[in-house]
């Protein structure tokens, strides 16, 4: 391993020390990771080492835009207090000075092993580009990471025909049996992404192994940030593809993340494509990542902002959060996601409604607040919209309505504050299920963060999650309908 001795990474981690000490806790996600200081983007290196989830993340901590990308890092005992570590790594070898793009880790023989991807961008004395991914390692004790003498462990020779060397990135390894495996994004020569499956018995030597799958065009173009994992039957290949186009409710234009379900021959290494949904259908998700737990629970993580719509933050001096954490099972053919259990160690100050009857616009004693899990039950359905305002007060809201009719759920954050003209509206088709009790229910999670909103709906089907920049004296939460609406309702407040 090389010597950890790079100025690139200790004038970084100086520039982050000061950073952080200069941001104040309340302007931050009280229980969401959000970046130390600068900007951050896609969660890399999700995973346990020596009983700690370590979460690494692409990271720029000179400002609050993207650029020459470097690991921040964070552990956590529980996925919901997070501790900042100094950033891991920085863009300073000659195969990665463009940049260490994301990527994933693991825990071998007491060392913590990281993956990730090199980035070339150079422009050379006769005009050309010379730009290229390749695929390195770097070994560490949870604290400090040294690359790998030997890097890069894989390149542009390993690529099957066509496949591109520019457009190479993202490793997620595991292990089973007596060998490593990652999976890769690349891009064919049609200019469609593909995910490429490797297999190492040491991690420094690689040999490709199969095309897993690739778009032809119906769900975009590069495909990054793969992960792929089984999940009850099932296994599940988890991507993010650029340049989507919209479709129903289901996709939506640009970068999505998406679950392609389907079956895997791990003898033969075929994967057999069952169906494909989105993993996220609000406003700002993707680039997700799963760890497993030790209690076998598959837990994913993803960057809650997207490329399309970067809702930067103009008045503190860090850019970017993740989604609360979630466990992902597969029931009745779907994947649910649910946030981590560990969030209930949390909640305080219950205030309950039951087989609460309104018609017209309402406020519920107690219930308000911005760092909240919120659960709203419907359970008769003599209306046609129902609205929950929240963040709200006379000059801001974000919106949560639900059309009985159409059987669709928007999310609205037009009137959250925003002073650009970013994307602020999404639906998704939503229904009622019958819940344990044989009834009719239509049921709606809200984790507030002051920042953000996850939506839950019917205990995890589908979720939405959202960002937005609202004054924290906003806090209100109106209830409406146009008819008449029975609903439980549960409002606890979390004290991280
Ligand atoms: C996804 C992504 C990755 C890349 C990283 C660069 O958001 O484009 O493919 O590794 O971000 O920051």
């Given at each position: 391993m090389a010597q950890m001795e790079s100025s690139q990474l200790d004038m970084a981690r100086k520039i982050e020390k000061k950073g952080i000490s200069e941001i104040p806790a309340e302007s931050r996600p009280a229980y969401h990771l959000s970046s130390p200081v600068g900007w951050m983007n896609d969660p890399n290196g999700f995973s346990t080492y020596q009983n700690e989830y370590h979460l690494f993340f692409q990271y720029h901590p000179f400002s609050n835009i993207w650029g020459p990308m470097h690991w921040g890092h964070c552990k956590s005992r529980d996925f919901i207090r997070w501790k900042y570590l100094p950033l891991a790594i920085a863009p300073d070898e000659n195969y990665d000075e463009g940049g260490c793009y994301s990527g994933s880790a693991i825990e071998v023989e007491g060392e913590h092993v990281l993956l990730y991807t090199g980035v070339t961008d150079r422009y050379l004395k006769d005009g050309t580009h010379d730009y290229c991914q390749v695929q390195c390692m770097a070994k560490g004790d949870g604290l400090n990471y040294s690359k790998y003498k030997g890097n890069p462990v894989i390149t542009g020779d390993s690529l099957p025909k066509g496949g591109s060397t520019e457009d190479f990135r993202d490793p997620k390894i595991w292990k089973e049996g007596e060998y490593y495996y990652l999976v890769v994004g690349n891009r064919n020569m049609d200019g469609y992404g593909q995910i490429l499956l490797y297999r190492s018995d040491n991690l420094e030597q690689w040999v490709f192994l199969a095309v897993l799958d690739q778009s032809r065009g119906e769900y975009g173009k590069m495909w990054e940030c793969p992960d792929f994992f089984p999940l009850g039957n099932r296994q599940i290949l988890m991507v993010s593809p650029q340049d989507m186009r919209a479709k129903g409710y289901e996709f939506h234009n640009g970068n999505n993340s998406i679950f392609i379900y389907g079956y895997y021959d791990k003898a033969t290494y075929h994967f057999e494509r069952e169906k494909v949904t989105s993993v996220d259908y609000g406003l700002d998700f993707y680039a997700p990542q799963t760890l497993q737990t030790a209690d076998g629970r598959r837990i994913m993580i993803g960057w809650m902002q997207s490329w399309d719509a970067k809702?930067?933050?103009?008045?503190?001096n860090w850019s970017g959060m993740m989604t609360l954490p979630r466990e992902l099972i597969l029931r009745k053919g779907k994947i649910y996601q649910s946030p981590?259990?560990?969030?209930?160690?949390?909640?305080?100050?219950k205030i309950e409604y039951t087989q609460k009857r309104i018609s017209e616009r309402t406020v519920l004693n107690g219930i308000k607040g911005r760092i909240i899990d919120l659960q709203v039950d419907i359970t008769?359905?003599?209306?046609?919209y129902f609205a929950i305002h929240f963040a709200y007060n006379e000059e801001y809201e974000m919106l949560l309505q639900y059309n009985h009719l159409r059987k669709c759920l928007t999310i609205d954050?037009?009137?959250?504050?925003?002073v650009r003209d970013v994307v602020c509206r999404r639906k998704m088709a939503a229904e009622p299920f019958i819940s344990g009790t044989q009834k009719e229910v239509l049921s709606l999670r809200l984790l507030l963060d002051r920042y953000s909103v996850e939506v839950f709906l019917n205990e995890g089907e589908k979720v939405m999650s959202a960002v937005f920049h609202t004054p924290m004296e906003a806090d209100g939460i109106v209830f409406d309908t146009d008819g008449t609406v029975c609903m439980n309702v549960v409002k606890y407040d979390l004290c991280v």
């Open positions: 809702l930067t933050n103009d008045f503190w981590v259990r560990e969030l209930e160690c949390y909640r305080k100050n008769e359905f003599d209306f046609h954050r037009t009137h959250s504050g925003l």
